[in-house]
C-alpha cells in the first residue's frame, strides 16, 4: 500500500504497521503532507496524546505508549490525526497568565463601554428581569470599581495591604518531623532558598 497515495491535506497517517506490546512504548513513523518544522499534531485516536512533533520532508515520528492488556496494532496508513499550525503554548517556558482561557491580554474597557457590558451581563443573568434603575445608577457612579474581565481584576491596588505587628516577635511553630516520602523534595526546596537568599 502506498501511503502518499491520496493524502488530504494536513492528515497525519502511520508509515507503516507497528505492533506495540502490552505495557510497552513504541515509536510510530508518521507521514503527511505538511510543511517542515515544529509542528501542532492533533490526535484522533484516545491513546495517542496530542503535542508538538518536529516534522522533516513531510515525516516525524511518534512516541506512544500501549496502556492496554492486549497488543495494539498500529497498521500501515491508519489516519492517526491532522497537522496544525497553531502556536503551542507550555506554561512551563511561556509565562501564562494565571487563567489560561485568557491567553491573550485584552484591552481595558473605558467607562461607558465598560458600564454598558457590565448591564448586558446582569441583565442576561438575572432571572428578574432587567436591572433597577437604582442599581443602574450605582453601575454608572461607581464603574470603575467593577471588573468586567478577568485581566481587570489585576488592574487594581486597592488590595494593597500592610500587617502591622507592632513589637510583637514572629510567631514561631513547633517544628514536626517530615514525612518519609517528601523528605527529599522537602530537602531541595529548603537548598534552593538558601541559595536565594
Request: charged share 25%.
Amino acid at each position: 500500500m502506498d501511503v502518499t497515495k491520496d493524502l488530504l491535506p494536513n492528515m497525519a497517517y502511520s508509515e507503516r504497521r507497528v505492533v506495540v506490546a502490552p505495557g510497552k512504548a513504541a515509536t510510530v513513523q508518521i507521514h503527511g503532507s505538511f510543511r517542515d518544522g515544529a509542528c501542532v499534531f492533533w490526535s484522533k485516536s484516545p491513546r495517542i496524546e496530542s503535542g508538538v512533533c518536529q516534522v522533516n520532508q513531510d515525516n516525524a515520528e511518534l512516541s506512544v505508549i500501549n496502556q492496554g492488556l492486549g497488543s495494539w496494532v498500529i497498521d500501515q496508513g491508519e489516519d492517526l490525526g491532522t497537522w496544525s499550525a497553531e502556536t503551542w503554548i507550555d506554561p512551563r517556558i511561556v509565562d501564562a497568565p494565571s487563567d489560561m482561557m485568557v491567553l491573550q491580554q485584552h484591552a481595558v474597557l473605558q467607562d461607558a463601554e465598560g458600564t454598558y457590558t457590565l448591564v448586558d451581563i446582569l441583565n442576561e443573568n438575572r432571572k428578574a428581569g432587567d436591572v433597577p434603575e437604582e442599581l443602574h445608577r450605582v453601575i454608572e457612579e461607581y464603574n470603575d470599581v467593577f471588573a468586567v474581565s478577568d485581566t481587570e481584576l489585576t488592574q487594581t491596588n486597592l488590595v494593597t495591604h500592610d500587617i502591622d505587628a507592632g513589637r510583637h516577635p514572629p510567631i514561631r511553630q513547633k517544628t514536626g518531623p517530615v514525612p518519609h516520602g517528601i523528605r527529599a523534595e522537602v530537602d531541595t526546596m529548603l537548598r534552593d532558598q538558601k541559595k536565594c537568599d
